[in-house]
């Protein structure tokens, strides 16, 4: 087996030309037998038939047992099958005989990455690129792992390794997108998202419209976002990143009537989602259904606890005019959260809708003994001082 192929990918095929040189070079029967089983296992693996494979290559270790197509052939059977650990021992014996074996070393760092071994997988694909160092697959590879260990620097600069050697290369693109995204630099990820945008038109991944809309989520241009999410949508009409998306784009725009309608559109195929039922609660609440929001407030309540559901209950009953019974329920949210600054400001607010102005103040003092630099708490109290 070659250790010097540029063509290592996810789906490991080894050339015919291997096969093809064993043949030239030897008239040993047992030779040419083992080269037409390699070649047979690794169609298997290619066709996904992993247990025909396996036992293609036991027989071929049963012929020669250090045979390095069939300890690769076997960690590449277990790995497509999630056999992890199973992988990693015949990748493991194959390099203990075989040290520079690409493929083995290959097929071994894409198993630790399969088990967030982030740094494992970092060395074995280092070593693999003594050998070959402009493998994209491998660089690639390399670069995601360090962005999973939250290496910026490292990833980025082998990402621009990548598109060194190939301009517009997707995965490289793709991860810089992430990277940039991860760090919250939305409009660096923007340039990188819709540089495959423009390279792939309407064939585009449906990921990255949601990660081009969800930039400009974060960077609350809502109304930019809306168009990517919709094209999500045509692509895939129940995604829920889509769904989601659209229905916070709506919501920042401060348009709950129409944020509604995709979060319940979410809870038809998730009708327990705790999360969506509360957002939906909320966008109930503000428009000014108080019966709706209750009923989607009291679902997310009867699934688990929901500090947001219950802080919406709170608010209903002062919507309501029920001051005294949202004081005491927020006032309980208080005694279960006593550093959560929001209540302390919703709080404050029910004694001002009593003209208690002085109750308002001392919640929010008693706030401040807990986090005197709170900025938000502060300029509530000078709004209520003056």
């Given at each position: 087996?070659?250790?010097?192929?540029?063509?290592?990918?996810?789906?490991?095929?080894?050339?015919?030309?291997?096969?093809?040189?064993?043949?030239?070079?030897?008239?040993?029967e047992?030779?040419?037998?083992?080269?037409?089983?390699?070649?047979?296992?690794?169609?298997?693996?290619?066709?996904?038939?992993?247990?025909?494979?396996?036992?293609?290559?036991?027989?071929?270790?049963?012929?020669?047992?250090?045979?390095?197509?069939?300890?690769v052939?076997?960690?590449?059977?277990?790995?497509?099958?999630?056999?992890?650990?199973?992988?990693?021992?015949?990748?493991?014996?194959?390099?203990?005989?075989?040290?520079?074996?690409?493929?083995?070393?290959?097929?071994?760092?894409?198993?630790?990455?399969?088990?967030?071994?982030?740094?494992?997988?970092?060395?074995?694909w280092?070593?693999?690129?003594?050998?070959?160092?402009?493998?994209?697959?491998?660089?690639?590879?390399?670069?995601?792992?360090?962005?999973?260990?939250?290496?910026?620097?490292?990833?980025?600069?082998?990402?621009?390794?990548?598109?060194?050697?190939?301009?517009?290369?997707?995965?490289?693109?793709?991860?810089?997108?992430?990277?940039?995204?991860?760090?919250?630099?939305?409009?660096?990820?923007?340039?990188?998202?819709?540089?495959?945008?423009?390279i792939?038109?309407?064939?585009?991944?449906?990921?990255?419209?949601?990660?081009?809309?969800?930039?400009?989520?974060?960077?609350?241009?809502?109304?930019?976002?809306?168009?990517?999410?919709?094209?999500?949508?045509?692509?895939?009409?129940?995604?829920?990143?889509?769904?989601?998306?659209?229905?916070?784009?709506?919501?920042?725009?401060?348009?709950?009537?129409?944020s509604?309608?995709?979060?319940?559109?979410?809870?038809?195929?998730?009708?327990?989602?705790?999360?969506?039922?509360?957002?939906?609660?909320?966008?109930?609440?503000?428009?000014?259904?108080?019966?709706?929001?209750?009923?989607?407030?009291?679902?997310?309540?009867?699934?688990?606890?929901?500090?947001y559901?219950?802080?919406?209950?709170?608010?209903?009953?002062?919507?309501?005019?029920?001051?005294?019974?949202?004081?005491?329920?927020?006032?309980?949210?208080?005694?279960?959260?006593?550093?959560?600054?929001?209540?302390?400001?919703?709080?404050?607010?029910?004694?001002?809708?009593?003209?208690?102005?002085?109750?308002?103040?001392?919640?929010?003092?008693?706030?401040?003994?807990?986090?005197?630099?709170?900025?938000?708490i502060?300029?509530?109290?000078?709004?209520?001082?003056?």
């Open positions: 087996m070659s250790s010097t192929s540029n063509n290592v990918s996810n789906d490991i095929i080894v050339p015919d030309s291997l096969f093809e040189s064993d043949l030239q070079n030897s008239n040993d047992k030779l040419k037998k083992i080269s037409e089983l390699s070649k047979k296992g690794y169609l298997l693996i290619k066709e996904g038939s992993y247990k025909e494979a396996v036992a293609v290559f036991e027989e071929i270790l049963s012929m020669d047992e250090n045979n390095n197509y069939a300890l052939g076997l960690g590449d059977s277990e790995r497509k099958q999630n056999h992890f650990d199973d992988a990693i021992m015949y990748y493991t014996k194959c390099l203990t005989i075989f040290p520079n074996n690409n493929y083995a070393l290959f097929g071994l760092a894409d198993c630790y990455k399969s088990q967030n071994q982030f740094s494992k997988a970092i060395t074995i280092q070593k693999y690129l003594e050998h070959d160092d402009k493998n994209i697959t491998v660089i690639t590879r390399v670069a995601d792992a360090y962005r999973k260990i939250h290496d910026f620097k490292r990833s980025k600069e082998l990402y621009n390794k990548v598109l060194d050697i190939e301009a517009d290369n997707a995965y490289a693109l793709i991860g810089l997108g992430h990277l940039s995204y991860d760090f919250k630099e939305y409009k660096d990820a923007l340039y990188y998202w819709n540089r495959i945008y423009e792939n038109g309407d064939a585009v991944d449906i990921r990255v419209l949601t990660s081009i809309g969800n930039c400009y989520r974060k960077l609350k241009s809502f109304e930019s976002g809306t168009s990517y999410f919709e094209k999500a949508l045509e692509k895939e009409p129940k995604n829920f990143y889509a769904l989601f998306g659209l229905a916070d784009c709506y919501r920042g725009m401060n348009q709950q009537y129409k509604v309608t995709y979060w319940n559109r979410i809870l038809e195929f998730d009708p327990k989602n705790k999360v969506i039922l509360t957002r939906a609660g909320d966008a109930y609440r503000t428009t000014g259904n108080f019966e709706m929001a209750k009923e989607y407030y009291k679902k997310a309540l009867d699934i688990d606890f929901d500090i559901a219950a802080i919406g209950m709170a608010l209903i009953c002062k919507g309501e005019g029920k001051i005294d019974e949202a004081i005491e329920r927020f006032q309980k949210l208080i005694n279960d959260d006593p550093r959560n600054s929001r209540l302390y400001n919703d709080l404050a607010d029910c004694y001002l809708a009593k003209k208690d102005k002085a109750s308002a103040i001392k919640v929010l003092e008693n706030y401040l003994h807990l986090d005197g630099k709170n900025l938000v502060k300029n509530t109290l000078d709004k209520i001082n003056k």
